[in-house]
């Protein structure tokens, strides 16, 4: 997701035309369904009394994608074409694909989950727990920032209170607020004391604000200055333009990274980008939208790389502005919509029907007892009509090209919601002044969420002190559920309680949400261990070209 340091000035909303398209073509190759990314991430619990021990060994290397069969080269320059929307060098802030897409290159997380879904070691090479609340975590040695400090227990320590100060006001702190303190053992050893029990704690610190930064840094430069332990190191950033990084010779996972220097170039409009892989002026593009991954399939030299995903598409309203401080429009609105023809518009087929709550059917904790709803437009009506808007009701929907799908989603809920006297005014804003003029600012619009697992796919969006409730929706009944679920060791208890929160959302439906979206990437034939990742991030730690 993209937002700017500063705020740019507001531009002209383009009009939105076009009509919807129902054809279902044929699927990508190649694409793996997440229940088999689900069945390969999973967490084993040996018994809240025994030891858990997580990611010991060298861990799952792969990027994922791209195939090809001999050994890996050294050498070439990789150029990806992403959003034009930088915002900032510093992860605590880390807030669009943009800054994604290069900080996972420059930095290093603790853990990172691979395209699989495992958990690969990183700045952490082993962890492990007794009771899900005390944990351990033993730290690698030998890896170095960019300006040659050796990595300790010191950075982890100052790079967690950084994003839990509320002073500081990183978007992360709403991810890791269970987090009572981190301390350092040894120079090698962090201990990590969360507020209570939480399974999830692995997973979560694979999230991207949570890039180990330098202790001996002054914080005010990290916006500006990439100091890092990761694959390549920041050679040149003009942002909204491109970044070069070049190859980290000292990086710990050697022979990784294969590539001498990545580009990254910033290029608005889902179209030019498809159009610079086409062309061959870059070897990939992410993220990639349906439309594009389509137009691109069968183009010579490029492969079209798709991957099943929990990410999802949604309509947030806030709750605590009329209208949609009823209840009664908010289940009309969801009447309204039809999932099915969501789907087919929007994402040509592909991807799961969603029941306006982030937790996907093929995830664990799904409550298997709902029923994803239908359009009911008789429904819709009488509810409008209880509400006060019997004669009609206008809306005004802001959107962007900023996430691929909000636009043709917001250009389908348009049509859907005509017939039951909704008027949808759609306001189209450029990708590169969505986060700074509209998200978290106008009352009704599209956006779309990257893939988390179940507790911090909530925390972020539903509890009442996340920083990005983007439905300002507030419900301490909620707020203590989602608290105590991460916590219960038992599975089929923790479901249950998850039941209970997914339960609650439906009713109140405080943000609706159609459908989980699958993920696309394209790449050059050439260019081997690239591809789509179920999370929406772009890896290029293990790619190589042919010789």
Same mark, same amino acid.
């Given at each position: 997701?993209?937002?700017?340091?500063?705020?740019?000035?507001?531009?002209?909303?383009?009009?939105?035309?076009?009509?919807?398209?129902?054809?279902?073509?044929?699927?990508?190759?190649?694409?793996?369904?997440?229940?088999?990314?689900?069945?390969?991430?999973?967490?084993?619990?040996?018994?809240?009394?025994?030891?858990?021990?997580?990611?010991?060994?060298?861990?799952?290397?792969?990027?994922?994608?791209?195939?090809?069969?001999?050994?890996?080269?050294?050498?070439?320059?990789?150029?990806?074409?992403?959003?034009?929307?930088?915002?900032?060098?510093?992860?605590?802030?880390?807030?669009?694909?943009?800054?994604?897409?290069?900080?996972?290159?420059?930095?290093?997380?603790?853990?990172?989950?691979?395209?699989?879904?495992?958990?690969?070691?990183?700045?952490?090479?082993?962890?492990?727990?007794?009771?899900?609340?005390?944990?351990?975590?033993?730290?690698?040695?030998?890896?170095?920032?960019?300006?040659?400090?050796?990595?300790?227990?010191?950075?982890?320590?100052?790079?967690?209170?950084?994003?839990?100060?509320?002073? #500081?006001? &990183?978007?992360?702190?709403?991810? *890791?607020?269970?987090?009572?303190? =981190? !301390?350092?053992?040894? +120079?090698?050893? %962090?201990?990590?004391?969360?507020?209570?029990?939480?399974?999830?704690?692995?997973?979560?610190?694979?999230?991207?604000?949570?890039?180990?930064?330098?202790?001996?840094?002054?914080?005010?430069?990290?916006?500006?200055?990439?100091?890092?332990?990761?694959?390549?190191?920041?050679?040149?950033?003009?942002?909204?333009?491109?970044?070069?990084?070049?190859?980290?010779?000292?990086?710990?996972?050697?022979?990784?990274?294969?590539?001498?220097?990545?580009?990254?170039?910033?290029?608005?409009?889902?179209?030019?980008?498809?159009?610079?892989?086409?062309?061959?002026?870059?070897?990939?593009?992410?993220?990639?939208?349906?439309?594009?991954?389509?137009?691109?399939?069968?183009?010579?030299?490029?492969?079209?790389?798709? #991957?099943? &995903?929990?990410?999802?598409?949604? *309509?947030?309203?806030?709750?605590? =502005? !009329?209208?949609?401080? +009823?209840?009664? %429009?908010?289940?009309?609105?969801?009447?309204?919509?039809?999932?099915?023809?969501?789907?087919?518009?929007?994402?040509?087929?592909?991807?799961?029907?969603?029941?306006?709550?982030?937790?996907?059917?093929?995830?664990?904790?799904?409550?298997?007892?709902?029923?994803?709803?239908?359009?009911?437009?008789?429904?819709?009506?009488?509810?409008?009509?209880?509400?006060?808007?019997?004669?009609?009701?206008?809306?005004?929907?802001?959107?962007?090209?900023?996430?691929?799908?909000?636009?043709?989603?917001?250009?389908?809920?348009?049509?859907?919601?005509?017939?039951?006297?909704?008027?949808?005014?759609?306001?189209?804003?450029?990708?590169?002044?969505?986060?700074?003029?509209?998200?978290?600012?106008?009352?009704?619009?599209?956006?779309?969420?990257?893939?988390?697992?179940?507790?911090?796919?909530?925390?972020?969006?539903?509890?009442? +002190?996340?920083?990005?409730?983007?439905?300002?929706?507030?419900?301490?009944?909620?707020?203590?559920?989602?608290?105590?679920?991460?916590?219960?060791?038992?599975?089929?208890?923790?479901?249950?309680?998850?039941?209970?929160?997914?339960?609650?959302?439906?009713?109140?439906?405080?943000?609706?949400?159609?459908?989980?979206?699958?993920?696309?990437?394209?790449?050059?034939?050439?260019?081997?261990?690239?591809?789509?990742?179920?999370?929406?991030?772009?890896?290029?730690?293990?790619?190589?070209?042919?010789?």
């Amino acid at each position: 997701m993209t937002r700017r340091n500063s705020v740019p000035t507001r531009r002209a909303a383009r009009g939105v035309s076009g009509s919807l398209r129902f054809d279902r073509p044929q699927r990508l190759p190649g694409r793996l369904s997440r229940r088999d990314l689900i069945r390969a991430g999973g967490i084993t619990v040996a018994g809240v009394g025994g030891a858990i021990l997580l990611g010991c060994g060298g861990g799952e290397t792969g990027s994922g994608g791209g195939g090809g069969g001999g050994e890996p080269q050294q050498g070439g320059n990789i150029r990806m074409a992403t959003l034009a929307d930088a915002n900032t060098l510093d992860p605590a802030f880390s807030l669009s694909t943009a800054d994604i897409g290069l900080a996972v290159h420059l930095f290093d997380n603790l853990i990172q989950q691979q395209r699989d879904l495992s958990l690969k070691p990183m700045l952490a090479e082993s962890w492990e727990s007794e009771d899900l609340q005390h944990w351990t975590f033993k730290l690698r040695q030998g890896a170095t920032f960019s300006h040659g400090k050796p990595f300790t227990a010191d950075d982890v320590v100052f790079t967690f209170e950084r994003l839990l100060d509320p002073d #500081v006001g &990183s978007p992360g702190r709403s991810s *890791l607020s269970f987090i009572d303190r =981190v !301390e350092k053992v040894d +120079d090698h050893t %962090v201990s990590m004391t969360l507020t209570g029990p939480n399974a999830f704690l692995p997973q979560t610190l694979s999230l991207y604000q949570g890039r180990i930064l330098p202790s001996d840094v002054d914080p005010g430069e990290f916006a500006t200055q990439a100091r890092g332990t990761g694959p390549f190191r920041l050679q040149e950033y003009e942002p909204g333009e491109r970044a070069v990084a070049t190859r980290n010779p000292d990086y710990w996972d050697a022979p990784a990274p294969y590539a001498e220097t990545l580009t990254v170039y910033y290029i608005p409009e889902p179209i030019a980008r498809a159009e610079q892989m086409r062309a061959g002026a870059v070897d990939a593009v992410f993220p990639l939208e349906p439309s594009q991954a389509l137009s691109l399939q069968g183009t010579p030299g490029v492969v079209v790389d798709e #991957v099943a &995903s929990g990410s999802y598409l949604n *309509l947030a309203m806030f709750c605590d =502005v !009329e209208p949609f401080s +009823d209840i009664r %429009v908010r289940h009309a609105l969801r009447a309204i919509t039809n999932r099915e023809t969501v789907r087919e518009a929007v994402l040509f087929g592909g991807g799961e029907l969603a029941n306006d709550h982030p937790i996907s059917p093929d995830d664990a904790m799904w409550w298997p007892d709902q029923q994803i709803p239908e359009q009911d437009l008789d429904e819709a009506r009488k509810l409008l009509d209880a509400a006060g808007f019997g004669n009609g009701l206008t809306l005004t929907l802001h959107t962007s090209t900023l996430v691929a799908g909000i636009l043709e989603l917001a250009v389908t809920y348009r049509e859907l919601a005509a017939p039951a006297g909704v008027n949808i005014e759609i306001q189209r804003v450029s990708e590169d002044a969505y986060y700074s003029t509209t998200w978290l600012i106008e009352p009704f619009l599209a956006m779309g969420w990257n893939a988390r697992n179940p507790d911090e796919a909530l925390s972020i969006v539903y509890h009442s +002190d996340a920083a990005w409730n983007e439905g300002h929706y507030y419900n301490p009944t909620l707020d203590a559920l989602m608290e105590s679920a991460r916590g219960i060791a038992d599975e089929d208890e923790r479901r249950e309680s998850y039941g209970d929160i997914q339960r609650i959302l439906i009713e109140d439906v405080p943000r609706i949400i159609p459908v989980f979206r699958p993920i696309y990437a394209a790449h050059a034939e050439n260019l081997h261990g690239f591809g789509a990742h179920p999370s929406n991030w772009p890896l290029f730690h293990d790619a190589w070209f042919d010789a």
